[in-house]
């Protein structure tokens, strides 16, 4: 929410379009993939509009340093990061306030759906990468995250969608862009439980009244349905394709193997590798 003014008008004259042609309701284009990196225990990428963002998942491990270890139940540690060219101006490396609190809200959100008593004195590490920030990076991080814990086998009690809806030139409007974050008047982030409603995450920047507040969180509660949707697709598409190659393997014909005579038979016969000359 800079409060920068846009070159361009972000909603268009009719009222009901937006500059980059969407709907006031309407989320970005979004694709996930599950499983992408080999040597962590989950991963998930995530594509959503011009945000690009990859998530791993390592745990329930030992905890570094011993004395974060918590008796009875497992910690969840969350890093986001943003990568030093996945901005205009180059941003300098390493944690800065914003990726901090980034890091402790999705830290909370986590912890509050891992089944963390069944894991005590461990850590679940959940690191997010953004790569190409266009706004709305931190629920993309945290929907990539969430397919990742799933990919890990993470025991949690859901897999949790992220998105975030906000104000620009009075008028609500769902999964805002770079443009229209920079130029808006209010951002909403919010991460909400699909089984029950509940909200792990909601964050509110900039002015709403009540009730473009529950209009802006209405979008989300609809976005978030048709994201949880492509995650639940995302490891659908991994763990078929696994079990695709697992039937291939019993599909085969078992290979016949030769009875024990035959084979003491082929062990005392002359070993002829050419058929003898002028046949038989
Ligand atoms: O990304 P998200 O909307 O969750 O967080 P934000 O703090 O509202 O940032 C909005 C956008 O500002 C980011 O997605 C980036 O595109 C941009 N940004 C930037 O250009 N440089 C930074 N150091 C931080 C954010």
Redesign the pocket.
């Given at each position: 929410m800079g409060g920068t003014q846009s070159e361009h008008k972000l909603i268009l004259e009719d009222g009901r379009t937006r500059y980059d042609g969407r709907a006031l309701d309407e989320l970005r284009p979004v694709s996930i993939q599950a499983g992408v990196l080999r040597r962590a225990d989950g991963s998930a990428y995530v594509e959503w509009g011009q945000n690009k963002v990859l998530a791993a998942v390592y745990g329930p491990r030992e905890v570094h340093p011993r004395h974060l270890q918590n008796p009875a139940r497992a910690i969840v540690q969350a890093r986001y990061n943003?990568a030093s060219f996945s901005?205009?101006?180059r941003?300098r490396p390493g944690p800065d306030r914003?990726s901090q609190e980034?890091s402790k809200i999705i830290s909370e959100a986590f912890t509050s759906v891992v089944f963390v008593e069944q894991f005590p004195r461990t850590t679940v590490d959940v690191y997010m990468e953004v790569l190409q920030?266009?706004?709305?990076?931190?629920?993309a991080g945290l929907t990539a995250a969430s397919v990742a814990l799933a990919d890990a086998g993470v025991p949690m009690r859901d897999i949790v969608p992220a998105v975030?809806s906000g104000k620009v030139e009075d008028v609500v409007v769902c999964d805002l862009n770079?443009d229209e974050?920079?130029c808006g008047q209010a951002?909403v982030?919010c991460a909400i439980l699909p089984r029950t409603g509940e909200f792990l995450l909601l964050q509110m920047?900039g002015h709403l009244t009540y009730d473009e507040l529950m209009r802006a969180i209405e979008y989300n509660r609809r976005a978030a349905k048709v994201i949880n949707e492509l995650q639940k697709e995302a490891l659908r598409k991994k763990y078929s394709i696994v079990t695709l190659q697992n039937n291939e393997i019993t599909e085969q014909p078992p290979q016949e193997q030769p009875p024990q005579e035959q084979l003491e038979k082929a062990a005392d016969a002359p070993v002829a590798s050419n058929p003898p000359e002028g046949g038989a």
């Open positions: 943003m901005v205009g101006e941003k914003r980034i920030a266009d706004a709305g990076t931190r629920c975030a770079k974050d920079t951002d982030p920047d």
